[in-house]
């Protein structure tokens, strides 16, 4: 079902649920759209969980940031914390790259009372910075759009070469948009970039430092054995800072570990859910006595 949450100062967030029970909140990465969790969300929905998949701001159906506004990370942060709190109850977030920053920017500094538990997903407090700028130097080398889908595919596999290319393109219409010139672009707002490109991880990385060790809730990192983004170094340095929190890695998986494991990547998530005290269906109150 698709609904809407508030971001920060009015700003409307796109969802989408699937289920009942304690939310899930699943966060993409930038230059995603909600649509990157494959089956992700109905194997949560499937487990009792009520997945909700948002698109953040200036990406996918979400609106954009308004001209007092702008794209910095601490706005993602303020989005989510606003999107958790209207929710009244207890969450647990799952986020992605960009996605995991605004979830640990929340969980351990701007709304911890309100998140039982937090999945990070390729990302931690000390990325590397030439993993950074291959991604962002791939979403800057499409700005006059594409004259088909097809174009697009064959960009994303030459991007993604691990990854098997899938057999029909129209999947990627969830992530375009056809303008009136006829062209496909991404579906996000072009003025990302340039916040990207002006706050490099070291000018955030002290904020998302601090927010870690404040963590007290289960934690779950997850990262991608062949990523670029996210070096085994930078994810034992994150497990020094949360000493409780536990770590997956899927070895044949990239950054974008989601789409190139799937599979795993969710097995990996709802045993995390399953071993941490946090039914499914518990209610606030008990979840909340569980993870105190």
Known sequence: MNFSLPGADGLRLAAERD??????????????????????????AAAGW????????????????????DYRLEWYGEDLAAAVRSLNEPVVLVGAS?????????????????????????????PEPHGVDRVL???????????????????????????????RSEGLARNLRRRADGRWYWHWDPRFL?????????????????????????TLLVRGGLSDVLSE????????????????????AAH?????????????????LASSALPAQASPVTQRSLQR
């Open 19 to 44: 289920g009942d029970g304690t939310p899930v909140l699943l966060l993409h990465g930038g230059g995603q759209t909600r649509h990157a969790w494959g089956q992700t969300a109905t194997r949560l």
């Open 50 to 69: 009520q997945a909700i998949a948002i698109d953040q701001r200036g990406h996918g159906d979400s609106d954009w940031a308004p001209p007092d506004q």
């Open 98 to 126: 960009l996605g995991g920053l605004a979830a640990l920017m929340v969980a351990g500094e701007l709304a911890p009372e309100c998140v039982e538990a937090l999945v990070l997903v390729d990302i931690a407090v000390r």
């Open 137 to 167: 130097a791939f979403m800057e080398a499409h700005g006059q759009g594409f004259t088909s889908l097809e174009e697009a595919a064959a960009a994303v596999a030459a991007y993604l070469p691990h990854r098997p290319r899938p057999a």
């Open 194 to 218: 340039h916040a990207a490109r002006t706050q490099p991880p070291e000018a955030w990385e002290p904020r998302m430092r601090a927010a870690a060790r404040r963590l007290c809730q289960p």
């Open 233 to 252: 170094a930078g994810a034992r340095d994150f497990l020094t800072l949360v000493p409780h929190a536990r770590y997956a890695s899927v070895s044949d």
């Open 256 to 272: 974008m570990v989601v789409g190139d494991r799937n599979d795993r990547f969710t097995a990996a998530v709802l045993e995390f």
